[in-house]
């Protein structure tokens, strides 16, 4: 993948990668989807926040909770990162990976555009099977810093049955959103 030029982020990003070891499509990777909008990862000055989920499909909610966490927290950035898979999900998926990262790109446009929020595709980088977990580990790796975990109170509430939920409480502070009736 060419790019017309490197900011000095994107290079922070490829040094950050390659220093714990990534193989070089990793860097590409980096490069493309920060070539597309997105800021770069490494601004460790800017509280972060993991949004992640099957999205599946995106919805006003979503949209409500990012938002709020955006306001709420003035010079924040989201990363909205949709699940390559659902262990925990019994019904049957109603889109692909890829049209979910597209629906979520059409929800979040002017956030992306503005640079609060961060779509990102890692989890489906990432070798399988792959839990929030090791998802939170790389992105803190590639990152530089511990993201605070957004979560709907569905979710919350089933978070002791996730791949190493002991650690993953302990390790990362959660912001929990109760949905309306519950």
Same mark, same amino acid.
């Given at each position: 993948?060419?790019?017309?030029?490197?900011?000095?982020?994107?290079?922070?990003?490829?040094?950050?990668?390659?220093?714990?070891?990534?193989?070089?499509?990793?860097?590409?990777?980096? %490069?493309?989807?920060?070539?597309?909008?997105?800021?770069?990862?490494?601004?460790?000055?800017?509280?972060?926040?993991?949004?992640?989920?099957?999205?599946?499909?995106?919805?006003?909610?979503? %949209?409500?909770?990012?938002? %709020?966490?955006?306001?709420?927290?003035?010079?924040?950035?989201?990363?909205?990162?949709?699940?390559?898979?659902?262990?925990?999900?019994?019904?049957?998926?109603?889109?692909? +990976?890829? /049209?979910?990262?597209?629906?979520?790109?059409?929800?979040?446009?002017?956030?992306?555009?503005?640079?609060?929020?961060?779509?990102?595709? $890692?989890?489906?980088? $990432?070798?399988?099977?792959? +839990?929030?977990?090791?998802?939170?580990?790389?992105?803190?790796?590639?990152?530089?810093?511990?993201?605070?975990?957004?979560?709907?109170?569905?979710?919350?509430?089933?978070?002791?049955?996730?791949?190493?939920?002991?650690?993953?409480?302990?390790? %990362? /502070?959660?912001?929990?959103?109760?949905?309306?009736?519950?």
């Amino acid at each position: 993948i060419r790019l017309r030029r490197r900011s000095r982020h994107c290079h922070g990003q490829a040094a950050c990668a390659r220093s714990h070891g990534a193989q070089r499509s990793h860097n590409h990777t980096l %490069y493309r989807y920060r070539s597309r909008g997105n800021p770069p990862l490494i601004d460790t000055t800017l509280p972060l926040f993991f949004f992640g989920g099957t999205f599946d499909p995106p919805h006003r909610g979503h %949209y409500k909770i990012a938002r %709020y966490v955006l306001d709420r927290f003035a010079d924040s950035r989201v990363i909205v990162m949709p699940a390559a898979s659902a262990p925990l999900r019994t019904d049957d998926r109603l889109f692909s +990976f890829r /049209e979910r990262f597209e629906l979520l790109r059409a929800l979040f446009h002017s956030e992306i555009t503005a640079r609060r929020i961060i779509l990102s595709p $890692l989890e489906r980088l $990432l070798p399988k099977p792959n +839990f929030t977990f090791s998802t939170l580990a790389a992105l803190r790796e590639r990152c530089g810093q511990k993201p605070v975990v957004v979560v709907g109170g569905d979710q919350a509430q089933k978070l002791g049955s996730w791949h190493r939920s002991a650690e993953l409480i302990g390790e %990362y /502070e959660f912001l929990v959103f109760a949905r309306a009736g519950s």
